[in-house]
């Protein structure tokens, strides 16, 4: 639902900026840390544009904190409405800033080691006997953007060029949330288990503060209408 509106929050902006673009319009596709995306672009002035779009990525990697290892899986799904300036009369060098709908997050799998234990706060568990550890990382859903970029103004000529955006995205503090499932220990194993994931969650947070900030880079190809 939320990506639903977020869509057609843009959608709707899109439409009312090409209603005042008349027929200047331009269509990027790119790649890079946001995922696989598209933007269309339309002009304000002589020296600002208008750019709406969306990106999305699916990655897999290994993780860790002081005890336990970890399989993660990010999922960056983006849907972002920016205004490019360009300062300097005839120069694709330009400023951007924004905001996006930021439905990035990492998804936790706890990893046994080779003996099948999990090693927290000092207490060992067997894997099959206290069940799989899994939770998410979640970050704030809306979150400024702000970085440089080289790119075709759309005062320009009409044809194929190329585009680049470098900045980064502030998601705020991440939100961790750590359980265990399927713990057939009995109940004195079960709860220890059970505390020691929640201080394990702690030290999750702290892991993932790097996040707070998420580095954008894209490589584009545009074309304008």
């Known amino acids: 639902m939320k990506r639903t509106l977020a869509a057609i929050a843009l959608a709707g902006l899109t439409a009312s900026v090409c209603a005042q673009s008349q027929s200047e319009i331009g269509i990027t596709g790119s790649v890079g840390t946001t ?19 969306l990106g999305y990525l699916g990655y ?3 993780g860790s904190t002081r005890d336990m290892q970890y399989d993660l899986d990010l999922k ?14 005839g120069s694709s060098f330009r400023i951007t800033g ?7 997050r990492i998804d936790v799998h706890g990893r046994p080691d080779a003996a099948g234990s999990y090693s927290i706060q000092g207490n060992t568990y067997n894997a099959a006997a206290v069940g799989n550890v899994s939770g998410k990382v979640d970050f704030n859903k ?11 103004n759309l005062k320009d ?3 194929w060029s190329f585009s680049t955006d470098i ?3 502030f998601q705020g503090s991440p939100k961790t949330s750590l359980t265990a499932n399927g713990c057939s220990a009995g109940a004195a194993v079960c709860n220890q288990f059970a505390s020691d994931i929640a201080r394990e969650n ?24």
């Open 142 to 152: 809306f979150a400024p953007y702000l970085g440089i970029g080289w790119g075709r």
């Open 167 to 169: 900045g980064v995205l």
């Open 76 to 89: 960056a799904n983006t849907y972002d409405a920016l205004i490019d300036w360009y300062p300097e009369k």
């Open 60 to 62: 897999s990697y290994k």
């Open 35 to 53: 995922g696989v995306g598209a933007h269309a672009t339309f002009p304000i002035s002589p020296s600002v544009n208008a750019r709406v779009g």
């Open 202 to 225: 702690e030290a999750l947070a702290r892991e993932v503060r790097k996040f707070r900030v998420y580095p954008v880079l894209r490589i584009g190809v545009s074309y304008k209408f």
């Open 98 to 104: 924004g905001v996006a709908y930021n439905g990035n």
């Open 157 to 159: 000529e009409k044809g």
